[in-house]
Each structure stands twice: as C-alpha cells, then as structure tokens.
C-alpha cells in the first residue's frame, strides 16, 4: 500500500537534510521526498509526522534472537516484534543458538522463520568454529553462500590463536566480517562481575579488564597480519578503546561497537546482587563509561548495538553466581542513546548514525539512510515523550532488565519495515 509520511523533521546519515520534509512510500520503496508532496492514487495512509523526528529504520549488528533451541527465553516472532518497538528495522543474530549456527541447514532455518514473521529483516551471522567450541572452522564458505553476513563465536572466545587466524584468513577469502568475542576465558575464568572494590564487598569473583583488553589487542594484530575485516563486539574497558584508537591511527581495518549499558551504567548497578545487571562483558568502573563515551565521540567505537540478550525470568532469579549473563536491550536502546544527547556527549544526528549508517557501512549493506529508491525502512520518534521503563510491557520474551523505573526521555511512535507499519504506539 502507499504511505505519505507528512512534515517529519528528517535526519539521514548520508544527505544533512535537517528540516521537515514528506515522505512517500509506494511498493515498499520511497518513492519521493519533498515538501508539500500529496498522495498518489494508490496511497492508503497518512501519517502526521508534525513535530516528530523520522530517521532511517534502526541496524542491531549484535542480538540474540536464542531460536532455534532456546524459544522459552526469545524466538524470531518476539525478537521481531521486540525490534519494531524499538526502532529497529533489520538486526543480525547471533550464531549461539541450540544447534550452534555453524551450518547451512540453521542459517535456512532462521531465514526461514524470519521470511514466516515478516515483520523486521533478520541477517544470520555464522560460527567460527564448529559448535562454537573454538576447535575446528565452520565450513565458511558454506556459511557464506547460505546468506551469513559475518562470523563470530560470540558468547565465547576463540582461545586459540592459530584457528583465529585462520577462521580470518577464510573470511578475507570471501570478504566476510569477523566479529570478536573479545575474552581470555583464563584470566575471566569464573568471573560474575568487574573485579575491583565492589566485586570483593560483596564477595563475588572478578574479571579483570585485561580479560577483554589482551583479547582486543591479539585480535587486532591478527587482523592487521591476514588483512581481514574485523569487529569488536561490546566494548566496556578504557584500555580496549586505547588500543582500538591507537590501531585506526595505523590504518587497520578494525571496527567496533558497544552497547547501552556500557555508556549508561557502571558496576554500582550489581550493588544489592541484581542479577539484571549481571552482563559479559561485566559492567565497568566510572572512568571505562566515560572512555567508552569519548569512544563514541571521537569514532574511536564506530556504533552502538544492543546486544540483546533475553532470559526466562526464572534464570535470572537464580543466586548471582548462577544466573546467566545478559540483558533485554532492544527495547530501550534508542531512548539510552538519544540520553548521550542529552549530556552533551554528541548531536542528534550523530546519535542517530551511531545506530543506522554506521552499522549499515561495517556490514556492507544497502541500508541505514533516506533516499529515492531505497527500502522503506524507516523509524518515527518522539523526542519529546517521556516515559519510564516498564520491562513487564516489554514485547521481548526477555524482562531482564536494569533500566526498571528509569525516567528516560524519547520513544519511538512508529516503524516501517520495507514500506509496511511493523509498530505503532
């Protein structure tokens, strides 16, 4: 159906557009952009956009969708409608399902059940390793010609350096992303949260920030030897974006990105054993939130992901030590970022692009902007709506989360996937 969107004040991550503009959507496509534009013969749905903000549909390069396997915690129903609530128009799951996505039978499998959703784009990513186990590659390839977009083993590290290198020299062969699950699972080794004052208070072992920041630094240089494309999911420590700076200033061809929580909370949110804050990597010290921030300022951390990670509330009801790691981020991403905004950190457009065109540009995908021709992905907010976190109206399967009770300010009124209304507040 058609669809005018009228008097947005567009922001795009190519064109500076910057004003109120109308949009229009016929076949799933933008069609026109202009002002005073009116409704073609075909056109079912008007929208008043007055006074509100239309961006480019939102880009999560790092969710856990958890089907096949795991469909008490999410499935690609929920993790879909999840997406469109908040803002988001295509995301990239995660390989750590129940079979692994090490194969071209579980990548079909997701493709599949996304095309029966059909409400956001899902893009697979594959496994490294078989199994995620870090012994022996994936077939890539395969992976490759399934429709994977990347590959990564995230939710574990790849300890051996040997098979990293190779899994990144295949990946160059086909000029596929590595994402890394940056970790030394020896110095991380049953760790529940940052270790520091707080960690020995409440008598909980630590991971150290070294734990990321030697796996940072090693896959970094095994990028720069096998010249492969390479990501560095959820960054959280000062030293892991010192070292990230140091090898864009030599030209590596290194991205990276962290989540919300990293910029939004420190390691004070365990206080009181809340499991909801219990995350891998552990929430960090004041001084890593404010380098991750500059992070994000400067470029140095290129995009913000969720990495959403839902659980059954049962899990997460478990003793701290026992209850898994993550958290329901899709949902609240946007009004996290857009509280950067607020405190100065960047503009709104260089918020915006932390979460459309920046991520659309590390995957090498056709999205993440506004123009003539393009998908009709597109997300309509409200900056100034405000409203507090309430995990229970969340559409994810997944409540866990520590942003509870937050006031926060920005929401999204409506999401457009391909041209169809996918959410509406």
């Not at 008097?7 to 005073?36: H, P, Q, R, V, W």
């Not at 086909?174 to 004052?197: K, P, T, Y």
Request: aromatic content about 6%; charged content about 25%.
């Amino acid at each position: 159906m058609g669809i005018l969107i009228k008097g947005g004040y567009l922001i795009d991550g190519k064109a500076k557009m910057g004003e109120a503009y109308d949009i229009l959507i016929e076949g799933g496509k933008i069609t026109s952009i202009g002002k005073d534009l009116s409704p073609g013969p075909d056109c079912e749905n008007l929208i008043d956009a007055t006074r509100k903000v239309v961006i480019p549909g939102l880009i999560d390069i790092h969710t856990h969708t958890r089907e096949p396997g795991y469909e008490y915690k999410e499935d690609i129903r929920s993790v879909s409608a999840a997406a469109a609530a908040g803002g988001f128009t295509t995301i990239c799951t995660m390989p750590n399902t129940r079979p692994v996505n090490d194969n071209r039978t579980v990548t079909e499998f997701i493709r599949s059940r996304a095309r029966e959703a059909g409400i956001v784009t899902i893009l697979p990513i594959g496994a490294i390793t078989k199994g995620s186990q870090g012994v022996e590659l994936a077939e890539i390839g395969e992976l490759y010609d399934a429709g994977c977009m990347a590959i990564s083993d995230d939710g574990r590290p790849v300890m051996n350096s040997e098979v990293m290198r190779r899994g990144m020299e295949y990946a160059r062969g086909f000029d596929m992303l590595v994402i890394s699950h940056c970790e030394d699972a020896n110095l991380s080794s049953g760790g529940v949260m940052n270790e520091g004052i707080i960690s020995t208070r409440l008598g909980l072992h630590g991971i150290p920030p070294a734990a990321e920041e030697v796996m940072v630094a090693r896959d970094i240089l095994l990028a720069e030897y096998t010249g492969c494309r390479l990501h560095l999911a959820h960054i959280s420590t000062a030293g892991s974006v010192r070292i990230i700076r140091e090898a864009k200033s030599r030209g590596i061809a290194v991205t990276a990105e962290t989540a919300p929580h990293y910029f939004a909370l420190t390691e004070e949110a365990v206080e009181g054993y809340d499991t909801n804050a219990k995350v891998n990597p552990p929430l960090r010290t004041s001084l890593d939130m404010a380098a991750v921030r500059e992070g994000l300022r400067d470029g140095t951390i290129d995009l913000i992901a969720t990495d959403h990670a839902p659980h059954a509330l049962e899990e997460k009801e478990l003793e701290f030590d026992q209850a898994p790691f993550g958290i329901s981020g899709l949902e609240t991403a946007l009004s996290l970022t857009l509280g950067l905004v607020e405190d100065g950190i960047f503009s709104l457009e260089e918020a915006i692009s932390r979460l459309t065109i920046n991520p659309a540009r590390v995957l090498g995908i056709d999205k993440g902007y506004l123009a003539v021709g393009v998908d009709a992905d597109i997300a309509i907010i409200d900056l100034d709506d405000r409203w507090v976190v309430d995990p229970a109206r969340f559409r994810s399967k997944g409540k866990n989360s520590p942003f509870a009770g937050w006031k926060v300010k920005g929401s999204v009124f409506m999401t457009l996937a391909g041209g169809r209304i996918v959410f509406s507040r």
